[in-house]
């Protein structure tokens, strides 16, 4: 979620239109399977903004009822990872070794465009589950935004999700959970954190996008540094927009540097094109380290 790249105004789209997208028809075999909110109640869909969407310049712009970005894809390339933010959560990759890349489990908590989920399932060829509480948001991505038909698909709550998913079954977990006022991630406690560690399985990584110029960062990161354990987290340098993206592995052992580098430069020989820029990201990828709290 960034601040709106140019001055088109977003446009309400009814999800029935999705059969006349210029883009074509809409996919078919998007399979949608609700969460069972068994242990808890979920958020109803009358709490949920209406969504909108822009195009500037050759990308279609995702929004939430604002001028908020949520996504964005390039029309005519909608393989390539279009926004900054969102490429450096793909900085996890750097974490694993480059023979395990698409093995495993890919699970993005919250759809927005979809750009993670393409990349998982189509480049990455990872099995892939998405979790988006808004009905309208799938709708759309499977009409306007190459919703992969491969990818499963819940519509439900995220923390149901966590709840019930199989402890230590999941690689690659992305966490994108802004609402349409874009102040604070939706589900930001160190129990929510503790529960998206719980999912993964040994080696693997959460990558999570917070807003790094907000008051919010320095109480998130502190949060998932208590869930993972302050050696197990990592930050990249913000955006030019803010966005700074955190990583947090369970049990994942940092290689040499010569071995990092190798991992990158594969990562950009295979998805360079697509806006993987990996050995930029060595550059900014900073451990964690513990700040002392106000008032403390």
């Excluded at 790249?5 to 006349?20: H, Q, S, W």
């Excluded at 190459?146 to 519509?155: G, K, N, S, T």
């Excluded at 930001?188 to 790094?212: H, P, W």
């Amino acid at each position: 979620m960034i601040p709106a790249a140019g001055p088109r105004p977003a446009l309400p789209i009814d999800p029935a239109a999705r059969a006349c997208s210029r883009d074509g028809p809409a996919q078919q075999g998007v399979i949608v399977a609700p969460v069972n909110p068994a242990r808890r109640p979920a958020r109803t869909a009358i709490d949920l903004p209406p969504v909108t969407l822009s195009e500037y310049e050759g990308v279609r712009y995702l929004h939430l009822g604002s001028v908020w970005v949520q996504g964005a894809m390039r029309i005519r390339q909608p393989q390539k990872v279009e926004l900054d933010y969102i490429q450096r959560m793909l900085a996890s990759l750097l974490w694993l070794p480059s023979a395990a890349l698409g093995q495993g489990l890919a699970v993005q908590l919250g759809l927005g465009a979809g750009a993670i989920t393409r990349f998982t399932c189509q480049q990455l060829r990872m099995a892939t589950t998405v979790v988006e509480i808004n009905p309208a948001v799938i709708d759309i991505g499977a009409a306007w935004f190459h919703l992969p038909p491969q990818a499963e698909l819940v519509r439900g709550d995220a923390a149901d999700w966590l709840a019930q998913a199989d402890p230590g079954s999941v690689t690659l977990l992305h966490v994108d959970l802004y609402d349409q006022d874009a102040a604070a991630p939706v589900l930001d406690s160190q129990d929510f954190y503790a529960a998206c560690r719980a999912v993964l399985a040994e080696g693997g990584l959460m990558a999570v996008n917070l807003f790094g110029r907000h008051a919010s960062f320095a109480e998130s990161i502190r949060r998932i540094a208590a869930a993972f354990g302050p050696q197990q987290v990592w930050s990249l340098q913000p955006t030019r927009e803010g966005n700074t993206v955190v990583v947090a592995g369970r049990g994942v052992v940092v290689p040499e540097r010569d071995e990092l580098t190798a991992r990158a430069q594969h990562l950009e020989q295979r998805f360079g094109a697509l806006g993987l820029q990996a050995r930029k990201w060595l550059r900014m990828v900073r451990p964690y380290t513990p700040q002392p709290q106000a008032g403390a």
